[in-house]
């Protein structure tokens, strides 16, 4: 069984700071990752995929990488509307699936 | 792109429940879909995907052999048969598409809002 652990559980940041999020695989897994943010009350947003490749409408100050057994992601200078829970979700093929980390909040300090 | 759940409800442990989700503003008979489940103040799991052919299931183990996805790619729909509910399997059920077209990746691009399963006696 794969199993996705983020770290920090609750991230605290002031407005205009910037946001380091880690995502570790149990095993390794290439670039099959996805990071997706999700609001309360709302379903998830696709931001990134493969590790590094951003969706085309979501802005520039959202990065990932990483690879293997290690990724990130990055908001630099956080925006009020960036204030949210993260997952990490892994692709890869066997066994089939995408599991899911059990999620980052991004908190307002 | 637009996804609709619907058939969620309040059912006894041990009892039967469809879920639907309604498709549209893409081609949905290449897109390999999926649904994917929260439940209350928790974060999301995987349950089960589908291929654009329809000749591909998979399925989380917590819900193998209990719960069948299908879809009707002549009336965009697809669709989750769960049987033997638990309570733990309460939860918000999302429908998800596929980033891909005919080929399964996992990654979904576009979710519904979701329709809500309380199993509960």
């Known amino acids: 069984e794969k199993v996705m652990t983020q770290s920090p559980l609750i991230l605290s940041v002031s407005p205009g700071e910037g946001a380091t999020l880690s995502c570790r695989a149990s095993?390794?897994?290439?670039?099959?990752l996805a990071w997706y943010q999700q609001k309360p009350g709302q379903a998830p947003r696709l931001l990134i995929y493969?590790?590094?490749t951003r969706v085309t409408s979501i802005p520039t100050r959202f990065s990932g990488s990483g690879s293997g057994t290690e990724f990130t992601l990055t908001i630099s200078s956080l925006q009020s509307e960036d204030f949210a829970v993260y997952y990490c979700?892994?692709?890869?093929?066997?066994?089939?699936?995408?599991?899911f980390g059990q999620g980052t909040k991004v908190e307002l300090k | 792109v637009e996804l609709v759940e619907s058939g969620g409800a309040l059912v006894q442990p041990g009892r039967s429940l469809r879920l639907s989700c309604a498709a549209s503003?893409?081609?949905?008979?290449?897109?390999?879909m999926h649904w994917v489940r929260q439940s209350p103040g928790k974060g999301l799991e995987w349950v089960a995907g589908?291929?654009?052919?329809?000749?591909?299931?998979d399925y989380a183990d917590s819900v193998k052999g209990r719960f069948t996805i299908s879809r009707d790619n002549t009336k965009n729909s697809l669709f989750l048969e769960m049987n033997s509910l638990r309570p733990e399997d309460t939860a918000l059920y999302y429908c998800?598409?596929?980033?891909?077209?005919?080929?399964?990746?996992?990654?979904?691009?576009?979710w519904g809002l979701g329709t809500l399963v309380t199993v509960s006696s």
């Open positions: 998800g598409k596929d980033i891909a077209a005919t080929v399964t990746t996992y990654v979904i691009d576009h």
């Open positions: 589908i291929n654009w052919k329809n000749d591909t299931l």
């Open positions: 493969d590790a590094s």
């Open positions: 095993h390794t897994i290439g670039n099959n």
């Open positions: 503003g893409f081609n949905f008979n290449v897109f390999g």
């Open positions: 979700q892994q692709y890869n093929k066997w066994p089939p699936g995408g599991t």
